[in-house]
């Protein structure tokens, strides 16, 4: 052979020198025999073993690289080869086989360390789902790892921080593991993302069965990548009798937003994917604003027209909104809600006005050695009222400095403040400086106190109906004594004013006035006085619950009989109702009002299950049915979480799996299950994970040698 104007020949004395070389005649090269039958990696290892070894050039340094010179050491991957042959060797000579129980030891180790490996990924998944990290960088494939100027991610840089820290197995992973092998990749972390997901539902679910019923609630929301999503909630009443509402999933609305389609969505995921029995649903709750208003309506009658006792009810939580917005018919009241939400808008949108209002803050507290912990005001939110009560709160704090700002703002000529800003702070300090906004603002401010108490009462995740009822009546009966003239808050209206320079008047009064209050009066205290209002609340008409029965001091059979027939197929025994409510009447006569409970929750919980069946049965129906959706907005709000400006797009099972780990972060997780299920989803991760790999040598012998 003739190479480079030089004669080149296979050497008959390099077989002889290089154990394991043999010579191809077909091929006209040489092959390394050991590589070639037992290597493990034999896709990485090229000459010698993938093609002969035919470049005579350089041939002591070729040879003495893979099978080792004088002096020098062989590959790794040879030395392993030649291991693995020469036992083979021994086994075949000698007519003995290999005793399977070390080969099950050994299969074991292998396992074991690949289980530890995968491990690591997986907490480090569980990690970023959990602190809500996104995993993907901008380039996060296995390619982009070790690229300069090239960020590959959280997940892959919180692997490299395991490695750096000490993790010696996953170190050790990483050098040796072929580049499909390291299980590092995006498709990886999508499959252990909806296992971990999947986990945590079907813990979920067991739980939900065996309360038997149950309650549906839904809402929905366009995401950051502008697609309609609807939020599912499942409420229950566990083994410990305590009342639960889990996220279980986001649904994509693709199809669209009509009730058709999303009762057929609700029904799909419930029934087809979860597994759960429809018959066994006593409640559904759905928010009747935004995208869904006119439709939810529609979702609801659909269900309950295939199931009667999946009872509707409109999230009580935006009830209460809608009825404060309609609530809002005093023009001053609206007109004082306008200006703090600008004056609001005003500091919040400017960094230099917000530092002007900190620095007079710092002064007053200075001069009142009172020190003031708020120095920022809250916009006014237009859907969720229990912030406007914090914006309320924190503008009455702060109405004195604010008045002050503007005072400085318009009177400064220092700062240069631009025309704009002039204008407005002028107009905004003569309306805080007007009496009739202060004496709204006070009033308002005592007024929204009460309703605050009950907009966050009505957000719990254990509220039950008839707490809610009682909640109710609570704030109903507080506002009808308030409804009077209240002194006290015309005295502190009035301080207010004095304080800022303002003497309590009383507004122009005209013959004919059509958009504010036109009331004759001589002074502004009997101009700002109205008449109560003498309606009552509507009595509670839950007659199973011990308070009630003390107060009335008997049950109302018309409404047992109503409930027997309505749940006569939930009921233990039907039959056994009447005397058992007389027993239950027994139980609570006589009670004083501390020991008896006053809502349905607390009454399950003194609800012996043995001795009074059907009452316990009704009381878990009761908790069961659902008061408001805000878990639905609670799951809302950790989507918005999850979806970041450099995230707004992934796919369903990968959505759903990072919400279940986020959201229900205190469930515990079984790894080793997870990893199970991840190992049988492929039969090579099955060899990889599980004790499979049973073959002997002879198998891996004659396999390689086809």
Known sequence: MKMYNKNRSFQANWLQKYDGLVYSPSLQ????????????????????????????NKSSEKLGKHFGSVGGDAKKSHKDAMADALQFKAMMENKKQLDNRQ??????????????????????????????????????????LNVEHCNPGNFQALLQFRVDAGDKVLEQHFKTSSKNCAYRSKSTQNELIELCGDHIRANLLAEICEAVFFAISADDVADAANKEQMSVVIRFVDRNDDIREEFMAFVACDEGTDGETLSNAILQMVQEAWGLNMENCRGQAYDGAGAMAGKMKEVSSRILNLYPKATYSHCASRVLNLCMVKSLSIQIVQNMMDLVDGVARFFSHSPKRQGAL?????????????????????????????????????????????????????????????????KDAR???????????????????????????????????????????????????????????????FAEASKLAEDVGVMPTVPLYAGQMQYRTNTPAHTAKEYFKTEPDHSTSRPLALHLIPSVICSFGTVDTQVISELVDFYKDDLPSPMAVETEVHSWQIKWKGKSASEVPKTAAKTLKQTDKLFFPNIHCLMRLFCTMPVTSCECERSIRGLRRLQTYMRTTMCEHRMNGLLLMHIHDGVDLDLNGIIDDFARRNPRRTEWLHHAMHETLEEIFFKRNV
């Open 103 to 144: 080969l099950n030891t050994a299969a074991a180790v292998r396992v074991a360390e690949n289980r530890d490996k995968l491990m690591s990924i997986l907490k480090t998944v569980i990690f970023c789902a959990r602190q809500n990290i996104p995993l993907r960088g901008h380039r996060d494939d296995t390619k982009y």
């Open 29 to 56: 090269g040489g092959l390394c025999k050991y590589c070639l039958l037992f290597a493990k990696n034999r896709d990485k290892l090229g000459t010698f073993v993938n093609s002969p070894f035919t470049q005579l």
């Open 358 to 422: 900190e620095k007079v803050i710092d002064e007053q507290s200075l001069n009142s050695s009172t020190n003031q912990s708020r120095v920022k005001l809250k916009e006014m939110c237009r859907t969720r009222w229990v912030e406007r009560h914090d914006a309320f709160e924190v503008f009455r704090m702060l109405y004195l400095p604010v008045v002050r700002c503007l005072e400085d703002i318009c009177g400064d000529n220092v700062h240069n403040w631009d025309r704009d800003t002039l």
């Open 427 to 489: 107009s905004y300090h003569l309306g805080l400086t007007q009496f009739q906004f202060i004496i709204a603002l006070v009033t308002t401010h005592h007024i929204m106190a009460y309703s605050k108490a009950l907009s966050v009462g009505l957000q719990g995740r254990g509220v039950d109906m008839v707490k809610a009822y009682r909640q109710i009546d609570y704030v109903t009966e507080s506002l009808q004594d308030v409804r009077t003239f209240n002194e006290e808050w």
